[in-house]
């Protein structure tokens, strides 16, 4: 299936979830088992249709530093947050944080946990369709790529175009799905 059919196929599915709750525990649950690389993590305020990850903010707030995306233009840029950080509510609805705003490529962060409306168990991602999360690797060296799917948001192929990047790590509610 193309990029834009699988897009409102997922968005219909995602929206019909009843145990978004109940998912996003069993996913922040694993979060927490994996072995990640050390260093700063970026992670995005999560929207109603994504996996929750308020808890896993403040829970890598106690031992990393964290950042949090911000949508400027076409591009995404990082501010440092933590448990003292302000929220306004930008564009979306997204709480964005309060705080200096630093390119990526500045911050270099080791851990990137990438938004998705969906992905396949090979680790394609499939995002909303603005590539910001593509150019914003793109703009980096290396990074974690880790994403977080409810149930009903994995697929049987995502299709991948020369700049999709595949994740390194899916949480699904049930596995964890890691690059090999
Ligand atoms: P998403 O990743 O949000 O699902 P796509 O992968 O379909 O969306 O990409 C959306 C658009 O982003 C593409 O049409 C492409 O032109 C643009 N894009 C992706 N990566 C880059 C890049 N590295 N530089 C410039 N534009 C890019
Ligand atoms: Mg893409």
Not at 124 to 152: I, Q
Request: glycine share 6%; charged share 30%.
């Amino acid at each position: 299936m193309d990029k834009i059919s699988l897009r409102a196929l997922l968005k219909e599915r995602v929206s019909l979830i009843s145990d978004k709750r109940e998912q996003s525990e069993l996913i922040a649950q694993k979060v927490k088992t994996l072995r990640l690389p050390h260093g700063s993590i970026c992670i995005y305020n999560s929207l109603d249709c994504e996996a929750d990850t308020v808890d896993l903010i403040n829970y890598f707030i106690q031992t990393r530093e964290v950042y949090l995306p911000v949508v400027e233009g076409e591009d995404i840029l990082l501010v440092k947050v933590d448990s003292d950080t302000q929220y306004t509510v930008g564009r979306w609805g997204i709480r964005e944080p309060r705080g200096e705003r630093i390119a990526p490529k500045t911050i270099a962060p080791q851990i990137t946990v990438t938004p998705l409306l969906g992905a396949d168990k090979n680790l394609n991602r499939l995002g909303k369709g603005k590539g910001y999360y593509d150019r914003y690797f793109a703009s980096l060296g290396e990074t974690y790529k880790v994403g977080l799917a409810f149930r009903e948001q994995i697929v049987d192929r995502v299709p991948a175009d020369k700049w999709d990047k595949t994740l390194d790590a899916l949480i699904t509610p049930d596995e964890i799905i890691e690059r090999k």
